[in-house]
């Protein structure tokens, strides 16, 4: 569980910090739409904050990977991937959306869903 909450720290700061920075080319390279209104860009940054949060919370309980409030952190990651693949295949399939990191993300985030689903399956 360490090495996935290490991985799982890394992808998340990645993308927390891409989307504070570049929001509108994280969304279009996703989506393939770009971000024009204030109103999207403070919610993609917003969405960039919380992902830097997440990001570093795994890196906190990445060396207490046995106790139950990492078990906890798990079972959060696993909602957290599943309902990523649900809204990225949502925007592909019902809004015709699709950007150049579209697959890949569902890719990723399925791989990262397993992957917490095998640690837990695994745990005590």
Known sequence: MKTLLSVKSFVEVVAGLALLLVPSTVVFLALGVPLERPGGLILARLGGVILLALGVACW????HSESRRAM?????LLVYDVSVVVL????R???QMSGII???????HSALGVWSLLCLR???
Request: glycine share 0%; net charge positive; charged share 10%.
């Open 60 to 63: 906190q309980a990445r060396n």
């Open 72 to 76: 906890k952190l798990i079972v959060a």
């Open 88 to 91: 990225l295949l949502v925007a």
């Open 93 to 95: 399939l019902a809004a």
């Open 102 to 108: 579209l697959w890949p993300a569902v890719v990723l």
């Open 122 to 124: 695994r745990a005590p």
